[in-house]
C-alpha cells in the first residue's frame, strides 16, 4: 500500500449547474470526503465563506457566473483565498486549462473522467492542503506557549484596527508582563520558568473567549491580548478577571518581593481607530498602563 492509498479526509464542495454532475462527483467521493455542493457561482462562494471547504471541484461552464469568474472572486476573497480549487469541465482545450491555472486553479480535470483519478488527484490536494496549513499554523504561533507569536499578533492588530476603523467600534488591548520573573527562574530554575509561562498563557487565554480575541506573546515574560469591538470597560473587566486567573493557578513564587504566587501586572486601553492615529498608539498606551501597575506595586492592571 502507497501513501496514496491512505484516506485523506477532507471537506469538499462540488460547484456545478448540473445536478447529474455533482451526483457523479458526490459518489465518487462521498466514502472518503465530506461533500457540500453549490449549483451556481454566488452561492458556491457563500458557502465557501461559511464552511472553509478544503479543496473546492469547480465546474467551469455555468449560466451566470462561470467557473473561472467563481475563481478569480475566491481568489480575490481573503477568508476563501487559499483554498484549493481543481476545475473539473467538459472542457478539454490547452487554452482552457491554462487560464484555469492562470485563474489560480491548482489542477484541470476534463469529462469524462476517470473515478479513480479524480479520487487520487482529491486525495493529493488534500495533503497539500494539510502541510500548507500546519506549515502556516507554525509560522503564526509560539513555540513555548502555543499562543500567537508577535508577527501572528502584528498582521492581526493591522486588520482589526482597518476593520474597527470602518465600523466605528472600539479596539482594544491589554499588555501583561509577569512579576519578578528573573527571581522565578533564579529560584526555581529556567525549565520551571518555562512551565511558569505555559500555564500563565493557558490561565490568560481562558479570559477572553469570544473568537475574535487574540492572545500573544510580545516576547520573553510578555504577552499581549488584542480585543477587537472592545472599550475600556469591557477590557478592564477581561483584565480584572485575568488577575483572578492568574491568581488561582496559585504557582508558589517565594522569590517575589509582591506576592507568594506568580502574578501579572497589566496596561488597559482602548481606542477608537480614526485617521489621526496608527495602530501604534494602542500599543504605545498599554505599554504605559502596564509601567505604571509596575511603579504602583505590581499584581495589578492600571487603565
Ligand atoms: P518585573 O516585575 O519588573 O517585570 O521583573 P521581571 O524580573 O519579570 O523582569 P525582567 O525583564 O528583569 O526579567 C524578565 C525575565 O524573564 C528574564 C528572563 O530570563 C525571563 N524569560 C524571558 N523569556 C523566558 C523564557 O522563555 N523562559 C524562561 N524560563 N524565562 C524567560
Ligand atoms: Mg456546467
Ligand atoms: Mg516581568
Ligand atoms: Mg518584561
Known amino acids: 500500500m502507497s501513501w496514496t492509498d491512505l484516506a485523506v479526509n477532507g471537506r469538499i464542495l462540488i460547484v456545478d449547474d448540473a445536478m447529474e454532475n455533482v451526483q457523479v462527483l458526490y459518489q465518487a467521493l462521498r466514502d472518503e470526503q465530506e461533500v457540500l455542493f453549490a449549483l451556481d457561482g454566488p452561492t458556491a462562494i457563500e458557502i465557501a465563506r461559511q464552511q472553509l471547504p478544503d479543496l473546492i471541484l469547480l465546474d467551469a461552464v455555468m449560466p451566470g457566473m462561470d467557473g473561472y469568474a467563481v475563481c478569480a472572486a475566491l481568489r480575490a476573497t481573503p477568508e476563501v483565498q487559499d483554498i484549493p480549487i481543481m476545475f473539473v469541465t467538459a472542457l478539454s482545450q490547452p487554452e482552457d486549462e491554462t487560464r484555469a491555472l492562470e485563474a489560480g486553479a491548482v489542477d484541470f480535470i476534463s469529462k469524462p473522467f476517470n473515478v479513480a483519478v479524480v479520487r487520487a488527484r482529491v486525495r493529493t490536494q488534500l495533503t497539500v492542503k494539510r502541510q500548507a496549513d500546519a506549515m502556516r499554523e507554525l509560522t503564526l504561533t509560539d513555540a513555548l506557549t502555543g499562543v500567537a507569536n508577535r508577527r501572528h499578533f502584528n498582521d492581526t492588530l493591522e486588520l482589526e484596527w482597518r ?15 509577569i512579576d519578578h520573573f528573573k527571581h522565578y527562574n533564579d529560584a526555581y530554575g529556567h525549565q520551571a520558568g518555562d512551565l511558569c509561562l505555559q500555564k500563565v498563557a493557558a490561565a490568560m487565554k481562558q479570559c477572553a473567549s469570544r473568537p475574535q480575541d487574540l492572545l500573544a506573546r510580545y516576547g520573553g515574560e510578555e504577552f499581549i491580548l488584542l480585543l477587537p469591538q472592545e472599550g475600556v470597560a469591557g477590557a478592564t473587566a477581561v483584565a480584572r478577571r485575568i488577575l483572578d486567573e492568574v491568581d488561582a493557578l496559585a504557582l508558589p513564587h517565594a522569590a517575589s518581593p509582591t506576592s507568594s504566587v506568580v502574578s501579572v501586572s497589566m496596561g488597559v486601553a482602548a481606542i477608537e481607530p480614526g485617521e489621526s492615529a496608527g495602530a501604534d498608539l494602542l500599543i504605545r498606551s498599554a505599554d504605559e498602563q502596564l509601567y505604571r501597575a509596575k511603579q504602583h506595586g505590581r499584581n495589578r492592571y492600571c487603565v
Do not use: F, N, V
Not at 465600523?167 to 488591548?173: D, E, I, K, N, V
Open 163 to 177: 476593520r474597527c476603523a470602518r465600523s466605528g467600534m472600539p479596539l482594544a488591548a491589554i499588555m501583561i508582563d
